[in-house]
């Protein structure tokens, strides 16, 4: 078992960054490909940013790619998504997700999500 939860969503202008974490709880929770996605009101969700479990790969959605950068620090159980230049589109709950099953963008291979954070970027 393993417990997801996100912080540092919050409001910003447009042009501006900020950095996602994702706490992991759960023995081995390191073991886990580890993944982010968002869900605009009214949309599904969509993929963002997957890494795998030791960060060596990361995989990114064409629409984030050069502006998100996913990161990992297995010491610490905790997952990064630094996003920079930010755009009114990102707006967004954000969520972690882990799968065992390696860096994929398919939300169905994931096994355990957390709570979400909300993202609004203003224009």
């Known amino acids: 078992q393993v417990q997801l939860v996100e912080s540092g969503g919050g409001l910003v202008q447009a042009g501006g960054s900020l950095r996602l974490s994702c706490a992991a709880s759960g023995r081995t929770a390191s073991s886990y490909a580890m993944g982010w996605f968002r869900q605009a009101p009214g949309k599904e969700r969509e993929f963002v940013a997957a890494t795998s479990w030791s960060g060596g790969s990361t995989y990114y959605a064409d629409s984030v790619k050069g502006r998100f950068t996913i990161s990992r620090d297995n010491a610490k159980n905790t997952v990064y998504l630094q996003m920079n230049i930010l755009k009114p589109e990102d707006t967004a709950v954000y969520y972690c997700?882990?799968?065992?099953?390696?860096?994929?963008?398919?939300?169905?291979?994931?096994?355990?999500w957390g709570q979400g954070t909300q993202v609004t970027v203003s224009s």
């Open positions: 997700a882990a799968t065992l099953v390696g860096s994929t963008a398919n939300p169905n291979r994931y096994d355990y």
